[in-house]
Structure formats: structure tokens, C-alpha cells
T-cell receptor, first 112, second 111 residues
Framework: SQQGEEDPQALSIQEGENATMNCSYK?????LQWYRQNSGRGLVHLIL?????REKHSGRLRVTLDTSKKSSSLLITASRAADTASYFC????????????FGAGTRLFVKA | DTGVSQNPRHKITKRGQNVTFRCDPI?????LYWYRQTLGQGPEFLTY????????KSRLLSDRFSAERPKGSFSTLEIQRTEQGDSAMYLC?????????FGSGTRLTVV
């Protein structure tokens, strides 16, 4: 079963615009991560936010976490065609928090 | 060390045959994970190892599936008596803590 649900399922924007993806999850978490996957490839770790953090930045990425609403958002600013990919949120659950459960992903298409 | 390596990249097999995939993790990583991903879905957890110990298996992992990690190094995932529903991308990841490094996956097609 998948813990996280991303919204929207698909997003199409123009280069230069900002892209916002949301993730909701069901159970308590130790931390939340975002990954990117280019078509037919493995996933690449983007950013991790701990359960006691509310916001985190990395380059053009901004992640927020609201544990009271069990939700997170990923903002990509000034998007580029190379940002076209699927984006997944993932939560660490289980004993020791070392099992990561992924959502179904948001497919982002950035038009040049 | 160039990351997590998975072999083969693609595998086409006939229904009923056995297949085995290999994953070579990053050498310093003590945790190794197997996931399965079907088209349009996120990766689904199958199993994970800490060193050579298999600590958790998903209910998705039927009796036809077995995974090993001898000596805590590389890992193999074997599927016996493959079925068409086994067609998917099988992803391996390794970790030393939080955040995974994924391999490029093995795409299995059962015909």
C-alpha cells in the first residue's frame, strides 16, 4: 500500500513558471523526502525534511511540512525543461523509521 | 564507487521461468532495499536488509520471491515460476541512514 498521495497527478507549465506539488500521508512519520524520476530511470533523492522542521530549501527547491495536516508541498521555482520528470514524496515508517513508502507521484512537464 | 548497480537492465522471460536479478550497492551502505514499480505508480516496498539480515518483507513478496544478501554485500532477488503480473521495474536502493541511492532498475517483461 502507498502511504503518500500526491496532488496533482500531472502538471504542465511553461519554462520559468513555478511548480507546486502537494503530498498527503496517513500515519505519523519520522521524516518526509522528495525524489525525482526521469522516464525509465531510477529515483534521485532531492531533499529530506524532518518531522520537527516546517520548511527547508535547497537551490530552487522549497519544501514545507505540516504534521498537523499530514501534508507536505514541493515548490520548484523558475522551472526549466530539464525539470520534466515524475516527483514522489516518501515517508519513513516502521521500526527505526528505515522503511520508506512512496506515493504515486506527480508527473511534471515543463514546456520550453 | 559509481553508485548502485543493477543487472541486467532488461529481462524478457517466458511465463513459468525463474529469473534472478542482482544489485551491487554503494560499498559503505549497510542497508539495501528492493522495490517494484509498475507504469504510472510509485515504487512499492518489497524487502530490506541491514547488512546480511533481511529485516522486513512486504506481503507483496509471495512465496515465489526470495531475496538474499550474502555477507552483507551484493543482493539477489529471485522470482520463481514467473507470471505476467510480475512484469514491472525492479529497483534496488542502498542507504547508510536517511535518503536512498537508487540503481537504474531491472525491467522485467513476462510473456
Amino acid at each position: 500500500s502507498q502511504q503518500g498521495e500526491e496532488d496533482p497527478q500531472a502538471l504542465s507549465i511553461q519554462e520559468g513558471e513555478n511548480a507546486t506539488m502537494n503530498c498527503s500521508y496517513k500515519t505519523s512519520i519520522n521524516n518526509l523526502q522528495w525524489y525525482r524520476q526521469n522516464s525509465g530511470r531510477g529515483l534521485v533523492h532531492l531533499i529530506l525534511i524532518r518531522s520537527n522542521e516546517r520548511e527547508k530549501h535547497s537551490g530552487r527547491l522549497r519544501v514545507t511540512l505540516d504534521t498537523s495536516k499530514k501534508s507536505s508541498s514541493l515548490l520548484i521555482t523558475a522551472s526549466r525543461a530539464a525539470d520534466t520528470a515524475s516527483y514522489f514524496c516518501a515517508t519513513d515508517v516502521g521500526t527505526g523509521g528505515f522503511k520508506t513508502i512512496f506515493g504515486a507521484g506527480t508527473r511534471l512537464f515543463v514546456k520550453a | 564507487d559509481t553508485g548502485v548497480s543493477q543487472n541486467p537492465r532488461h529481462k524478457i522471460t517466458k511465463r513459468g521461468q525463474n529469473v534472478t536479478f542482482r544489485c551491487d550497492p554503494i560499498s559503505e551502505h549497510n542497508r539495501l532495499y528492493w522495490y517494484r514499480q509498475t507504469l504510472g505508480q510509485g515504487p512499492e516496498f518489497l524487502t530490506y536488509f541491514q547488512n546480511e539480515a533481511q529485516l522486513e518483507k512486504s506481503r507483496l513478496l509471495s512465496d515465489r520471491f526470495s531475496a538474499e544478501r550474502p555477507k552483507g554485500s551484493f543482493s539477489t532477488l529471485e522470482i520463481q515460476r514467473t507470471e505476467q503480473g510480475d512484469s514491472a521495474m525492479y529497483l534496488c536502493a542502498s542507504s547508510a541512514g536517511y535518503g536512498y541511492t537508487f540503481g537504474s532498475g531491472t525491467r522485467l517483461t513476462v510473456v
